[in-house]
């Protein structure tokens, strides 16, 4: 009986790595995307941007909403920043979605006041309670107002004055574009190793994977900050919702599912700040990947029928490896281990398998992070290649507790939201 559940076990090993490198099809999939059409559409894009595209007349009327909770330090700036956006002041609305309970509201209310004193409409939306946390300051923020687009920035993210003629150009050329997501890039992303292994994983999602669903048509997320949406599909989508840590992913692929798309610009940045240190990265990839699971039980798949076949099949192997493949990876390695102790043989087809799939991974993820710093004209010397070894020990590190995360999202809604503690600059 033993030998039969070790030999079940060992199979179930096998299983995993096996699905693991299904899933890693997809990645193949965006590596052929990025070759065949990547410098040409970056070079449609930035040849776009530069010609101005006409603007709608008269302006629409635009509702910058910045969610706030416990920041004092990121408050004053991100204010500020949204006060000096290029928009007529008549057709600019600025609210800030405050949930703080320190001295961040006090900090809040002196710089609207300051600016309201200028002639801005802005207000100060403080609730009673943090219902469905960053989810539900933002919809109690929807229901205040009836702009038809909302531009929505996390606190430390500061955009250039221009940042709203570039995006609601893009918008009004696209009528079916539920978001233009401008690209996120960091103000400290050399301020030690793990800045620069969290920036180069980051713009290897957003300049190698995003990129390149875009181009493909594959639907991709909004980042939860520093894109402009179309009034109309939050609302046909239903609203946001706190059912996920993830209200981002969550609203999008519901948007997606309603017949909208996406337009993601790579070439327009704004800058935030990363996590300096370990233990504050691994509080935020801990609510990421509780928010992914539980977005991941919830997902619209009749989006699907909205697809052609090979769009429908690379969104359904990057969903699942996202919602997925560490906690697969961690139980191979686990039964690697206890195969081992147990039966050579089991532990040794296992961790060879296991090795296998994860030696596919680091190659095409790379492969992924070198398409994007050529994208982005990063430098690709011998700092490159260690900052490609820094982002494979920090993932590493990370995919326990990242693992742990996608297991409690699937078996829990009532997850605390834990907000990522930022020092500002």
Known sequence: MMALLVDLLGAFGLLLCGFVGVLLLADVYLIVVHLASGARRLAQERAWLAQAPPLPQPLPRVCI???????????GPAIDAACRLDWPRERLEIMILDDSTDETSVMAARHVAHWRAAGLAIRHVVR??????????LSEGLRLTEAPYLAIFDVDYQPAPSFLRRTMAALAA????????????YRNRDRNLLTRAQALELDTFIAYEQAARDWAGVPMTFNGTCGVWRRQ???????????????????SFRAFARGWRCLNLVSLPVEGELPETFDVLARQRQRWGTGTAQAF????WALLKRLAWHQAAAFVLLATFH???????????????????IDPSVGHATGSALLSVLAAVVALKSIGALLAARLLDRPLGIAFVADVAGMWVMEAALLPIVAKALVTGFISRNV???????KGF
């Open 128 to 137: 009673e309670h943090r219902k469905d946390f960053k989810a539900g300051a």
């Open 323 to 341: 919602a997925s493949a560490p906690a697969a990876l961690v139980t191979a390695l686990l039964i690697a281990v206890a195969g081992g102790l």
């Open 65 to 75: 909403q910045i969610p706030v909770f416990n920041e004092a330090a990121l408050v």
């Open 233 to 251: 599909a939050i609302v046909e989508a239903g609203g946001w919702s706190g059912r996920s840590l993830v209200e981002d992913q969550d609203l």
């Open 297 to 300: 039980r919830d997902l619209p």
């Open 174 to 185: 696209f009528p079916d574009v539920a978001f233009a997501q401008a690209r996120l890039d």
């Open 416 to 422: 605390p939201f834990l907000r990522t503690p930022k």
